[in-house]
């Protein structure tokens, strides 16, 4: 494309050069047309409210002919929420004539249809201002303009705190941990909660951290594994105190410091490692998703919002 966008684009439209975008309004219609160079195309953006107007049939048989009647429209599509893209060949010399024909084509068939433009997010009808979001142009209400631009500055400001939320895992796997030692009192296999710990760890982690990482995830897995151990020496000096704790008048301080003592008894020890290794299987079978997506997800955080006016 070798035009200069200054002379190809519509009388009284704003050329944007930071964000390569054209926006202006014919007949109260704003309409966002970004060149794509390496196409060779412009593509013209509208953002309105079809899908309420009572003459969405009527535009969209308007946006059907466009293709056979301008030659230099390329594609004339809707997507079916809130947004219709034209894309326009540039004919360079022809440029700014093709495209004033086309938005105010399209403007005079929106008043005639009932169609106003609305907000990309919300798609309220309010008055709109065009902005610059994840690398796109789009119209947005004062509102939505606001939470845009908050969360794209929020998210710089978040940073994580390696020191709290290890502290936040700590709570929150000890959490996990009285489950634990709950559920093994009563008798049942306690691995489900090695699942409880290492959920709560990475709840804990993200509260006080602020934000969860791939570190703090593995951070939480590490101090999962050596939770387990602990919830299984408690379980088993609860245990202690319970069986024997009135015969021999043993107090509960007493019972865990026999615990060592207790474990050395082949049995004990033989049911304590299968006690674990349940607890690990089940806590590895039942966080593997859970901890998977999470991996996941903070990939997709650490993908940087941004926002700008234009
Ligand atoms: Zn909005």
């Not at 007949?27 to 060149?35: K, M, R």
Request: net charge neutral; charged share 20%.
């Amino acid at each position: 494309m070798n035009v200069q966008i200054e002379n190809a684009m519509p009388g009284g439209f704003v050329y944007e050069r930071t964000h390569n975008v054209i926006h202006g309004a014919v007949n109260g219609t704003a309409f966002l047309i970004v060149p794509v160079m390496a196409q060779n195309q412009f593509r013209i953006q509208l953002h309105a409210d079809i899908e309420k107007s009572k003459g969405k049939e009527n535009f969209l048989s308007y946006l059907h002919t466009l293709e056979q009647r301008h030659p230099f429209v390329q594609y004339a599509g809707y997507n079916g929420r809130n947004t219709v893209s034209i894309n326009v060949e540039s004919r360079e010399q022809e440029d700014k004539e093709n495209l004033t024909i086309l938005v105010s084509e399209l403007s005079s068939k929106c008043m005639e249809s009932g169609i106003q433009n609305c907000c990309s997010r919300c798609k309220n009808v309010l008055p709109l201002r065009a902005a610059f979001v994840d690398g796109n142009p789009v119209l947005l209400c004062e509102n939505c303009f606001k939470q845009e631009m908050n969360e794209a500055a929020g998210q710089g400001m978040r940073r994580e705190n390696m020191l709290l939320g290890l502290i936040g895992a700590f709570l929150g796997a000890l959490i996990g941990t009285v489950l634990w030692v709950v559920i093994g009192m009563v008798g049942f296999i306690a691995g489900i909660a090695g699942y409880a710990i290492v959920f709560c760890a990475m709840k804990g982690y993200e509260m006080l951290g602020r934000k969860l990482s791939r570190k703090g995830i593995v951070i939480c897995i590490l101090l999962s594994c050596l939770m387990i151990v602990g919830a299984e020496y408690v379980s088993l000096g609860i245990a202690i105190y319970k069986e024997l704790g009135d015969m021999y008048f043993l107090s509960v301080g007493d019972s865990f410091s026999l615990v060592p003592a207790f474990l050395e008894e082949s049995e004990v020890a033989a049911g304590v490692m299968k006690d674990l290794i349940f607890g690990y299987a089940l806590a590895v079978w039942a966080s593997f998703s859970s901890v998977k997506a999470r991996w996941k997800q903070v990939e997709q955080e650490q993908k940087s919002h941004t926002a700008a006016p234009l």
